[in-house]
Nanobody
Framework: QVEMVESGGDLVQAGGSLRLSCVASGATFSGYGVAWFRQAPGKEREFVAAIKATSSTRYYADSVKGRFTMSRDNAKSTAYLQMNMLKPEDTALYYC??????????????????WGQGTQVTVSS
């Protein structure tokens, strides 16, 4: 069992930046792929970014490419999401998740079996 705890969400003005953190405990973090998803009010949860366990390659949703950067520090069992140039449409509850997805399922929620409770990001215009 892996417990995931997100932090770093806040209220920020459009154009601002935030860094989200996700600390994992209960298993060997380096053995898992990690992803960020988000869910805006009235919308379905959607993929944001992911890093596989066995590769440093990052994957991003088109809507955040060039603005968001995902990283991980296995020594600290922590994943990060640096969010720059934030837009009001980035407002959502952000979740981190861990699993062992194959390349074709990296963006799929069903590929991840450990989830955090989420951290709220609100971007004002």
């Amino acid at each position: 069992q892996v417990e995931m705890v997100e932090s770093g969400g806040d209220l920020v003005q459009a154009g601002g930046s935030l860094r989200l953190s996700c600390v994992a405990s209960g298993a060997t973090f380096s053995g898992y792929g990690v992803a960020w998803f988000r869910q805006a009010p009235g919308k379905e949860r959607e993929f944001v970014a992911a890093i596989k366990a066995t590769s440093s390659t990052r994957y991003y949703a088109d809507s955040v490419k060039g603005r968001f950067t995902m990283s991980r520090d296995n020594a600290k069992s922590t994943a990060y999401l640096q969010m720059n140039m934030l837009k009001p449409e980035d407002t959502a509850l952000y979740y981190c998740a861990a699993g062992r997805p194959i390349s074709s399922s990296l963006m799929s929620q069903s590929a991840y079996y450990y989830w955090g409770q989420g951290t709220q990001v609100t971007v004002s215009s």
